[in-house]
């Protein structure tokens, strides 16, 4: 299904999204709609947790949510090369 979202509250600044989520479980579009603006707008540029708006295309307002963004650590190994003098 399409939906638009914003962080700034306002629908005309909406940016429009898919969800396989209909508005009977609206917590998990905002999720979707975080993983997406994650992604393609800022990464770790912002601050979160951020609270989106979400709108049906209709521009009428499903909620809205705080998001928080949690991170999982991941390791990366390589071999160690020693400095001379170690």
């Keep these: 299904m399409k939906y638009k979202y914003t962080t700034g509250g306002d629908v005309k600044w909406a940016i429009e999204f898919e969800s396989d989520w209909d508005t009977n479980e609206p917590e998990f579009i905002a999720e979707d709609a ?3 603006d994650f992604n393609n707008h800022d990464e770790l540029e912002s601050k979160w947790p951020k609270t989106f708006t979400i709108f049906d295309m209709n ?3 499903i909620g809205k949510f705080k998001v928080e963004l ?3 650590p991941s390791f990366y190994a390589h071999a160690a090369t020693e400095a001379k003098g170690e």
């Design 70 to 72: 949690e991170h999982e």
């Design 59 to 61: 521009n009428f307002e």
């Design 34 to 36: 975080a993983e997406i």
